[in-house]
């Protein structure tokens, strides 16, 4: 919301620098989005009549040669490529020696064979507004030719732009800002809508239905008589340039200035152009309207409709339809407008307008919640200024349909506001910030004897409904700053719970590796899991639906962490990365198998026990995972050798070291899971219990995606992990190891890993680590048969070992080994 320094002073007295008003909206928790100083210009700015325009042709582009009296014995000839005024208009002119905003110099300059002398400015470089379509014309009358048109263009005042959150809707409107800059700075505030007289008014001014709630009142009022051609004020217009809003006609322009003024926006209807009653109801499905714009919307049976005898005439709160806009004059050069002034549902109006992609100055307060007293006042205000501006007559008669409701009062302690807060406000300090608010204040005793208030909250406050708000109320006008900030004291050997750290450390662990940590995109799309190659009834195929998703492609919480994963690794391919390593960790969702009925209790009073532990049963597995994908080059090439491709193996090394880093050992075990390659892929194993798998990816599952080729990943269950809150410090041995290398011969369908599994098992408490670091098949050892090398460390922690020890202990490893696998020494 934009808004004049000088109209805010209008409704609150002088104020202060245009730095210190900022300042007072911030202590009552508006954001100040931008402070648009004066513009500055120096050098001559007049006001110029435009005598004769010769259009030069043969060019590209519209030029035209155009003198302009600015009040010297001679016109000047300009130069000017704008189109939108004609002889006898108005407009701003900067001499030779000027200097617009931006250091933009005006001289006299020869171009498109004339010598322009000057230039006519756009509200967009005079700085007082956004509009570069056309020139700024004046109203007819507003100043001599020659004048200075600095006063006349307020170029003094500075514009504040402010950032209004969606509960308060009354900061779209010079009202509801005046009042909060009021309250800041501790003044009266004279309500603007109370200065506003509505007559008795007998009949209606235009027969109207409500057939849905989603209007909750509509007021009309008809002003005949009016002419269409009248301009608007100049200070209406300085105003709504100031706004943003670009001025149009008087009708249009009074509309918006009431909008702007109020609060509540307005639609005028040609009413020569209305058929039959106004009738307000929802669209049937596939009807069409052609809204101000010229676009032709096909309607969701959701809209709310505006319409008459000849069909829609109206998206209600959003815009008006072309089939009633304001057309030219009738016969005797006036016309008769009806006026709307409604209040809708928010939530109808909201969906609407981004249904349809079509937010509009309307629809942003509507959707933000506006006053329902509003309507007759507004409807009176824009008629009033339709009679003093434009020459029409108000028509007997106002419709005034539906009823505004009414909030509930809400009862609070005397005290709460000092309690809350921790601090001791002056007596009185509770009902005098409610009543700025606009609350009706009762003071009452509650059953033990203390003191409360019971605030009705006004009609524009639809926010205040728990004691919780009138306490915010009252702190944030008294000011956030005096609050004092007190640490609370930290106890002693609290901190980080064993499941905080154990994942900081998972997340460290695999930055040091190389890792990159992302966050991606926890919603999916369905067919990710053909995609994927899972079987119709593998369960990471049933997730939870979001009922409004961001995405409504991607509307299923994901049940792995891999597709969000895949997604952010093919997004960084297409920026040029080529060897990438992510991981992220998050939680998965995982429904039941036979869900359990939501409640949806009474928000009145705490849910009962029961009913919490119901809420909680219907709620899905909610496990943190953490998961990692590899592509490209995991050892990068160059002058020292040729690097390596990122491997299975690596994705399952990843897996090992988020044991470690949880410590846990983890054990690989050969397994069959999409969409993993059926070949490479390893089952990561707690004991026996299954927590997860890496490997490569199945080729198929790599085209589909788009994937590089052999991209691997790996995904554990965090939480499946055992948790040991007391690790012991790990015993360092000051004493030497001693390196055994083994080459076992076994069949090729054994694992190495269970290989490795029986050397330590038979290697003892003197094994301290088992490296696999060679295979070899060949004739030598056999069809259907390999050779696995191992370095077996052994260490003892208090003496050195000897080699007959070494030894014996690795015999014992290698006897395990040919029990279990029938594993013989390579000769």
């Given at each position: 919301?934009?808004?004049?320094?000088?109209?805010?002073?209008?409704?609150?007295?002088?104020?202060?620098?245009?730095?210190?008003?900022?300042?007072?909206?911030?202590?009552?928790?508006?954001?100040?989005?931008?402070?648009?100083?004066?513009?500055?210009?120096?050098?001559?700015?007049?006001?110029?009549?435009?005598?004769?325009?010769?259009?030069?042709?043969?060019?590209?582009?519209?030029?035209?040669?155009?003198?302009?009296?600015?009040?010297?014995?001679?016109?000047?000839?300009?130069?000017?490529?704008?189109?939108?005024?004609?002889?006898?208009?108005?407009?701003?002119?900067?001499?030779?020696?000027?200097?617009?905003?931006?250091?933009?110099?005006?001289?006299?300059?020869?171009?498109?064979?004339?010598?322009?002398?000057?230039?006519?400015?756009?509200?967009?470089?005079?700085?007082?507004?956004?509009?570069?379509?056309?020139?700024?014309?004046?109203?007819?009358?507003?100043?001599?030719?020659?004048?200075?048109?600095?006063?006349?263009?307020?170029?003094?005042?500075?514009?504040?732009?402010?950032?209004?959150?969606?509960?308060?809707?009354?900061?779209?409107?010079?009202?509801?800002?005046?009042?909060?800059?009021?309250?800041?700075?501790?003044?009266?505030?004279?309500?603007?809508?109370?200065?506003?007289?509505?007559?008795?008014?007998?009949?209606?001014?235009?027969?109207?239905?409500?057939?849905?709630?989603?209007?909750?009142?509509?007021?009309?009022?008809?002003?005949?008589?009016?002419?269409?051609?009248?301009?608007?004020?100049?200070?209406?217009?300085?105003?709504?340039?100031?706004?943003?809003?670009?001025?149009?006609?008087?009708?249009?322009?009074?509309?918006?200035?009431?909008?702007?003024?109020?609060?509540?926006?307005?639609?005028?209807?040609?009413?020569?152009?209305?058929?039959?009653?106004?009738?307000?109801?929802?669209?049937?499905?596939?009807?069409?309207?052609?809204?101000?714009?010229?676009?032709?919307?096909?309607?969701?049976?959701?809209?709310?409709?505006?319409?008459?005898?000849?069909?829609?005439?109206?998206?209600?709160?959003?815009?008006?339809?072309?089939?009633?806009?304001?057309?030219?004059?009738?016969?005797?050069?006036?016309?008769?407008?009806?006026?709307?002034?409604?209040?809708?549902?928010?939530?109808?109006?909201?969906?609407?307008?981004?249904?349809?992609?079509?937010?509009?100055?309307?629809?942003?307060?509507?959707?933000?919640?506006?006053?329902?007293?509003?309507?007759?006042?507004?409807?009176?205000?824009?008629?009033?200024?339709?009679?003093?501006?434009?020459?029409?007559?108000?028509?007997?008669?106002?419709?005034?349909?539906?009823?505004?409701?009414?909030?509930?009062?809400?009862?609070?302690?005397?005290?709460?506001?000092?309690?809350?807060?921790?601090?001791?406000?002056?007596?009185?300090?509770?009902?005098?910030?409610?009543?700025?608010?606009?609350?009706?204040?009762?003071?009452?005793?509650?059953?033990?004897?203390?003191?409360?208030?019971?605030?009705?909250?006004?009609?524009?406050?639809?926010?205040?409904?728990?004691?919780?708000?009138?306490?915010?109320?009252?702190?944030?006008?008294?000011?956030?700053?005096?609050?004092?900030?007190?640490?609370?004291?930290?106890?002693?050997?609290?901190?980080?719970?064993?499941?905080?750290?154990?994942?900081?450390?998972?997340?460290?662990?695999?930055?040091?590796?190389?890792?990159?940590?992302?966050?991606?995109?926890?919603?999916?799309?369905?067919?990710?899991?053909?995609?994927?190659?899972?079987?119709?009834?593998?369960?990471?195929?049933?997730?939870?639906?979001?009922?409004?998703?961001?995405?409504?492609?991607?509307?299923?919480?994901?049940?792995?962490?891999?597709?969000?994963?895949?997604?952010?690794?093919?997004?960084?391919?297409?920026?040029?990365?080529?060897?990438?390593?992510?991981?992220?960790?998050?939680?998965?969702?995982?429904?039941?198998?036979?869900?359990?009925?939501?409640?949806?209790?009474?928000?009145?009073?705490?849910p009962s026990d029961a009913e919490i532990a119901q809420i909680d049963a219907a709620l899905p597995a909610q496990p943190v995972h953490v998961g990692a994908v590899l592509a490209g080059d995991r050892e990068a090439r160059g002058w020292w050798g040729p690097g390596r491709a990122a491997g299975w193996a690596d994705a399952v090394q990843a897996a090992v070291l988020v044991g470690q880093a949880s410590g846990v050992q983890l054990r690989a075990t050969a397994a069959d899971l999409a969409p993993w390659h059926p070949g490479r892929c390893a089952a990561l194993r707690v004991g026996d219990w299954i927590v997860g798998h890496a490997g490569e990816l199945h080729p198929k599952v790599v085209e589909a995606l788009g994937l590089p080729p052999r991209t691997?990943?790996?995904?554990?269950?965090?939480?499946?992990?055992?948790?040991?809150?007391?690790?012991?410090?790990?015993?360092?041995?000051?004493?030497?190891?001693?390196?055994?290398?083994?080459?076992?011969?076994?069949?090729?369908?054994?694992?190495?890993?269970?290989?490795?599994?029986?050397?330590?098992?038979?290697?003892?408490?003197?094994?301290?680590?088992?490296?696999?670091?060679?295979?070899?098949?060949?004739?030598?050892?056999?069809?259907?048969?390999?050779?696995?090398?191992?370095?077996?460390?052994?260490?003892?922690?208090?003496?050195?070992?000897?080699?007959?020890?070494?030894?014996?202990?690795?015999?014992?490893?290698?006897?395990?080994?040919?029990?279990?696998?029938?594993?013989?020494?390579?000769?």
């Amino acid at each position: 919301m934009r808004v004049q320094q000088s109209w805010l002073s209008e409704h609150v007295g002088e104020l202060p620098s245009a730095e210190e008003t900022a300042e007072a909206f911030v202590r009552v928790g508006l954001e100040i989005e931008e402070l648009h100083a004066a513009p500055e210009i120096t050098g001559p700015l007049v006001v110029g009549r435009v005598a004769e325009i010769e259009e030069l042709t043969g060019l590209k582009k519209p030029i035209r040669w155009c003198q302009v009296d600015v009040g010297e014995p001679e016109p000047r000839g300009i130069i000017c490529g704008a189109s939108n005024f004609a002889v006898d208009d108005l407009v701003v002119v900067a001499l030779p020696g000027a200097v617009l905003p931006g250091g933009f110099a005006i001289s006299a300059r020869k171009t498109y064979g004339h010598v322009s002398d000057g230039m006519i400015a756009s509200v967009r470089e005079l700085g007082i507004g956004n509009d570069h379509a056309g020139i700024l014309v004046l109203p007819p009358g507003t100043a001599a030719p020659g004048a200075e048109a600095r006063p006349l263009l307020g170029l003094d005042d500075a514009v504040i732009e402010l950032n209004v959150t969606p509960d308060r809707g009354y900061g779209f409107a010079v009202r509801g800002l005046a009042r909060e800059l009021a309250c800041s700075l501790d003044v009266d505030f004279p309500d603007p809508a109370a200065r506003v007289v509505v007559p008795a008014a007998e009949g209606d001014a235009w027969p109207v239905r409500l057939e849905d709630q989603g209007c909750l009142r509509f007021v009309a009022r008809r002003v005949n008589g009016v002419d269409p051609a009248a301009p608007a004020p100049w200070w209406m217009q300085r105003r709504l340039l100031g706004a943003g809003m670009r001025p149009i006609s008087l009708i249009v322009d009074v509309t918006n200035y009431v909008m702007l003024e109020l609060g509540q926006p307005l639609h005028a209807y040609d009413a020569a152009r209305l058929a039959g009653p106004i009738v307000v109801r929802k669209a049937a499905a596939g009807e069409k309207l052609v809204t101000l714009d010229d676009v032709e919307r096909t309607l969701d049976p959701d809209d709310l409709l505006i319409v008459d005898d000849s069909g829609p005439i109206g998206l209600a709160g959003v815009m008006g339809g072309a089939s009633t806009e304001i057309a030219g004059p009738g016969e005797d050069g006036r016309i008769d407008v009806l006026l709307e002034a409604a209040h809708f549902s928010p939530p109808v109006i909201a969906r609407s307008a981004r249904r349809h992609k079509l937010p509009s100055e309307a629809s942003k307060r509507f959707e933000r919640t506006v006053d329902p007293q509003l309507p007759p006042i507004a409807a009176e205000r824009a008629a009033a200024l339709l009679v003093e501006f434009g020459g029409g007559t108000i028509a007997d008669g106002r419709t005034d349909e539906g009823a505004a409701p009414v909030l509930p009062p809400v009862r609070m302690p005397l005290n709460l506001p000092d309690q809350i807060a921790g601090i001791a406000y002056p007596p009185g300090v509770t009902v005098r910030r409610l009543g700025q608010v606009g609350c009706r204040i009762e003071l009452a005793t509650g059953d033990d004897g203390r003191g409360g208030v019971i605030a009705t909250p006004p009609s524009w406050r639809p926010d205040l409904t728990q004691p919780a708000d009138l306490v915010e109320e009252v702190l944030r006008l008294e000011g956030y700053d005096v609050i004092p900030s007190v640490l609370p004291p930290a106890p002693g050997g609290r901190g980080l719970s064993a499941t905080q750290l154990r994942r900081r450390a998972v997340s460290r662990a695999l930055a040091e590796s190389g890792f990159v940590e992302v966050l991606p995109f926890p919603f999916v799309d369905p067919t990710v899991w053909d995609a994927f190659g899972l079987a119709a009834d593998d369960v990471r195929r049933t997730t939870v639906h979001v009922v409004n998703p961001l995405d409504a492609e991607r509307a299923e919480l994901s049940t792995t962490l891999l597709p969000g994963l895949l997604d952010t690794l093919v997004r960084n391919r297409s920026r040029g990365a080529a060897d990438i390593a992510l991981s992220t960790i998050g939680q998965v969702v995982l429904p039941h198998r036979n869900p359990v009925e939501m409640l949806d209790p009474a928000v009145g009073s705490r849910p009962s026990d029961a009913e919490i532990a119901q809420i909680d049963a219907a709620l899905p597995a909610q496990p943190v995972h953490v998961g990692a994908v590899l592509a490209g080059d995991r050892e990068a090439r160059g002058w020292w050798g040729p690097g390596r491709a990122a491997g299975w193996a690596d994705a399952v090394q990843a897996a090992v070291l988020v044991g470690q880093a949880s410590g846990v050992q983890l054990r690989a075990t050969a397994a069959d899971l999409a969409p993993w390659h059926p070949g490479r892929c390893a089952a990561l194993r707690v004991g026996d219990w299954i927590v997860g798998h890496a490997g490569e990816l199945h080729p198929k599952v790599v085209e589909a995606l788009g994937l590089p080729p052999r991209t691997c990943a790996m995904e554990i269950d965090l939480d499946a992990l055992p948790l040991d809150e007391s690790r012991p410090a790990p015993r360092v041995s000051p004493y030497p190891p001693i390196t055994v290398d083994v080459a076992l011969v076994a069949d090729a369908g054994v694992p190495a890993a269970q290989l490795a599994d029986a050397l330590a098992a038979g290697g003892g408490e003197l094994l301290e680590h088992v490296r696999l670091f060679d295979v070899f098949t060949g004739e030598q050892v056999g069809e259907g048969r390999r050779s696995l090398a191992f370095r077996l460390s052994f260490r003892a922690p208090d003496r050195t070992l000897t080699s007959e020890e070494a030894n014996a202990a690795r015999d014992a490893a290698v006897a395990v080994a040919a029990e279990r696998h029938s594993a013989a020494l390579r000769g």
